[in-house]
């Protein structure tokens, strides 16, 4: 078997697992195995039609073509694309792009419903002007675009929120350009697939068990800041201030440092980032007098602008902080 067929098998394994029983095995498996599961909510189809023009099968008159990308057409359901947007926090201030967007209903139902503004790219030139149809319709044509256009050959960096039902492996193909192009705090929503190793924020089962499959997966991922590399501060200490510098290493939303005080030693704990905002702590390894330091704040490129709480006992004082990138490593992605 070449290397393509065995693609094609393993693409087309894929495809029927969204029919299958063993798709939800599938996922429960690789949620395990990966600890990746941080809330999952579950709606229930209420069997109400969303009606005409998305219906479970416009578009598909058009689809022929399709099959020759790398991912075929197969529209989101509508309960879907609703549960997508509320996940994505879709708003009439977010600007959307549905990356491969069939029929164009994420980016329509956005506008319509919401107030979002956006626009879907294709390489399918049916469905894209089906999409513009579409829009006319539903009278949103002035606050969306439809484009024919390949999605790796697309500007995102207008983007509030993406959206993507793709292929894993399109996915993964995918992911430094979404980290290239997106500011930090965009929300990237994916329909049925992960992206690897890149940990979601979040997770939605959605039951659709009235319609021809079993359940849809929904992944929410807020873009993060990018924060590696050495990180220098002062800071006003009970004996005198002093200069702190951290060095921090990234993947993706996950991150972890080294602290270095010309004075003591600190263990660094509960790194979090979202979006732009970090927030850290620093516990000295002195026992006396314990101090703690538990620092947020907000990245801007090579600075970060926040407080410090430093604690000393019972004692707790606040100060401004200011932190400046000296060096920057760029993490593989
Ligand atoms: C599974 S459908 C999703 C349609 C829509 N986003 C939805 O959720 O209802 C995927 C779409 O991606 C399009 N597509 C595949 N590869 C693409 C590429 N490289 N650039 C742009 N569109 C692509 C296909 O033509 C198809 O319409």
């Given amino acids: 078997m070449g290397v393509k067929s065995a693609q094609t098998n393993l693409q087309n394994r894929i495809i029927n ?13 690789l949620l395990a195995g990966t600890a990746l599961v941080v809330a999952t909510v579950s709606y229930r189809a209420n069997g109400q039609d969303f009606g005409t023009p998305f219906t479970q099968d416009s578009g598909t008159e058009f689809a022929g073509g399709s099959e020759k990308f790398e991912v075929g057409y197969e529209p989101t359901p509508m309960l879907v694309v ?27 139902t956005a506008a319509k419903d919401l107030g979002a503004r956006g626009f879907g790219v294709d390489l399918n030139q049916k469905l894209v002007e089906l999409s513009r149809q579409y829009a006319k319709e539903k009278g949103v044509a002035h606050r969306v675009s439809f484009y ?23 996915n993964l193909k995918l992911r430094p350009k979404l980290w290239s192009d997106l500011r930090p705090g965009t929300r990237i929503v994916s329909h049925d697939y992960h992206m ?35 990180w220098e501060w002062r800071m006003p200490m009970p004996d005198g201030e002093q200069s702190y510098g951290v060095e ?13 005080n010309e004075k003591g ?7 979090t980032l979202r979006g732009d905002w970090i927030a850290f702590s620093l516990i000295s390894e002195a026992r006396h007098p314990m101090i703690r330091q538990d620092y947020e704040g907000h990245v801007k490129g090579n600075v970060i602008e926040g407080a410090v709480t430093l604690s000393c006992g019972v ?6 902080w200011r932190a400046s990138r000296k060096a920057a490593v760029h993490p593989s992605i």
């Fill in 315 to 320: 004692k707790k004082t606040k100060f401004a």
């Fill in 82 to 108: 609703k549960a997508m947007l509320k996940l994505a926090s879709v708003g009439p201030n977010d600007f959307l792009i549905d990356l491969g967007s069939g029929d164009g209903r994420i980016v329509i």
């Fill in 196 to 230: 690897g190793d890149w940990r979601p924020d979040q997770i939605v089962t959605i039951d659709i068990a009235r319609l021809d499959r079993y359940e849809s997966i929904l992944y929410l991922w807020i873009m993060p800041a990018k924060i590696s590399g050495r």
């Fill in 248 to 260: 921090f290493n990234q993947h993706f939303q996950d991150i972890g440092g080294v602290v270095r």
């Fill in 265 to 271: 030693k600190w263990r660094l704990l509960d790194a």
């Fill in 17 to 29: 697992r969204r029919h299958s029983p063993e798709r939800s095995v599938f996922f429960l498996a």
């Fill in 148 to 170: 024919v256009k390949d999605l790796f050959k697309t500007n995102l960096t207008k983007a509030d929120v993406v959206t993507v039902y793709l292929h894993p492996e399109v």
